[in-house]
């Protein structure tokens, strides 16, 4: 496979991780975070300075997304008792005090950012990644996690009537999405070799829950259809003719405009794909809401 093709794909198995996250916080349980870049950045920072510093590659990712993970329970547990709105806006405001940290840190090399990174990641390595990440979140659904989680999402107080302690799952959800950020950020820091504070702005957040969005909220297979059709879909216009590259851009936005316009609860959402399993481990599927309902009722 030539390096352009290989590129493209390590770039869609990142955003498909990004996406995966935070359809698990947004998704899942309901809450709107505009700040998932800013755990993408601190799972790339941290595992780039400790690859830097000589330790191992898979050591320096698991750190990443440990600490990342547990930036994400810092934040979650005095903000996820807000909804809505203002969860969105104290998410904004997190990320935008991280990206401040590590424009005036010296160890985080400020506005020039770290540059000479070791190159790790490659193609095999992202996709068994997002391949065994994936499969833990697709299993997750038919859990008993992921079913409390879909309750809190759909209806918090009725959940909450029945007894369970929407916080917990919420803070739980915002951690693991926040630890798949960190995993995405890592192997990103170690393909491209340089990271800097604006590889990781609320443009880059806005940009995942695009790919969350499009491709169905909730459904696990969403972050996957809407990683691929933004990760692909400017490439494949570049490659169209000279005047549709020259305003790519233009007809990427278009598109989306018109695919949200005409699916506007996702390409999967709604009376989209659904895909189940059984206890026997077969697979079914419906493409009807009210059969997905009642079978994932039984």
Same mark, same amino acid.
């Given at each position: 496979?030539? =390096?352009? %093709?290989?590129? +493209?794909?390590?770039?869609?198995?990142?955003? *498909?991780?990004?996406?995966?996250?935070? #359809? @698990?916080?947004?998704?899942?349980?309901?809450?709107?975070?505009?700040?998932?870049?800013?755990?993408?950045?601190?799972?790339?920072?941290?595992?780039?300075?400790?690859?830097?510093?000589?330790?191992?590659?898979?050591?320096?990712?698991?750190?990443?997304?440990?600490?990342?993970?547990?930036?994400?329970?810092?934040?979650?547990?005095?903000?996820?008792?807000?909804? =809505?709105? %203002?969860?969105? +806006?104290?998410?904004?405001?997190?990320?935008? *005090?991280?990206?401040?940290?590590?424009? #005036? @840190?010296?160890?985080?090399?400020?506005?020039?950012?770290?540059?000479?990174?070791?190159?790790?990641?490659?193609?095999?390595?992202?996709?068994?990644?997002?391949?065994?990440?994936?499969?833990?979140?697709?299993?997750?659904?038919?859990?008993?996690?992921?079913?409390?989680?879909?309750?809190?999402?759909?209806?918090?107080?009725?959940?909450?009537?029945?007894?369970?302690?929407?916080?917990?799952?919420?803070?739980?959800?915002?951690?693991?999405?926040?630890?798949?950020?960190?995993?995405?950020?890592?192997?990103?820091?170690?393909?491209?070799?340089?990271?800097?504070?604006?590889?990781?702005?609320?443009?880059?957040?806005?940009?995942?829950?695009?790919?969350?969005?499009?491709?169905?909220?909730?459904?696990?297979?969403?972050?996957?259809?809407?990683?691929?059709?933004?990760?692909?879909?400017?490439?494949?216009?570049?490659?169209?003719?000279?005047?549709?590259?020259?305003?790519?851009?233009?007809?990427?936005?278009?598109?989306?405009?018109?695919?949200?316009?005409?699916?506007?609860?996702?390409?999967?959402?709604?009376?989209?794909?659904?895909?189940?399993?059984?206890?026997?481990?077969?697979?079914?599927?419906?493409?009807?809401?009210?059969?997905?309902?009642?079978?994932?009722?039984?």
């Amino acid at each position: 496979m030539s =390096g352009y %093709y290989s590129q +493209i794909i390590i770039i869609t198995g990142i955003n *498909i991780l990004l996406a995966m996250g935070l #359809n @698990l916080i947004t998704g899942y349980t309901g809450q709107l975070s505009l700040g998932h870049a800013t755990f993408m950045g601190i799972g790339a920072y941290t595992s780039s300075l400790l690859t830097k510093a000589g330790l191992p590659f898979y050591i320096s990712l698991l750190a990443g997304v440990l600490i990342a993970s547990l930036f994400g329970l810092a934040i979650g547990m005095p903000t996820l008792r807000l909804r =809505g709105d %203002y969860l969105a +806006i104290a998410t904004l405001g997190f990320g935008e *005090i991280v990206r401040t940290f590590l424009n #005036n @840190l010296s160890i985080t090399g400020g506005p020039n950012g770290i540059r000479a990174i070791p190159l790790k990641t490659d193609l095999t390595t992202v996709i068994i990644l997002t391949a065994v990440c994936f499969y833990l979140l697709y299993r997750l659904q038919s859990s008993r996690l992921g079913k409390v989680m879909r309750a809190i999402g759909q209806d918090e107080i009725a959940s909450e009537a029945t007894g369970v302690n929407s916080s917990y799952y919420k803070i739980m959800a915002f951690v693991i999405g926040a630890g798949l950020a960190g995993m995405a950020g890592g192997l990103y820091a170690h393909y491209f070799r340089y990271i800097n504070p604006a590889n990781f702005t609320f443009n880059k957040s806005i940009e995942i829950l695009c790919m969350v969005v499009l491709g169905g909220l909730g459904n696990p297979f969403g972050p996957v259809v809407g990683g691929v059709i933004i990760s692909i879909l400017p490439e494949a216009l570049r490659n169209i003719s000279p005047v549709v590259s020259q305003y790519r851009m233009v007809l990427y936005g278009v598109i989306l405009i018109v695919m949200m316009i005409i699916r506007p609860q996702g390409i999967l959402g709604g009376n989209g794909l659904f895909i189940n399993a059984n206890r026997k481990g077969n697979f079914k599927i419906f493409r009807s809401v009210k059969g997905a309902v009642k079978n994932a009722d039984s």
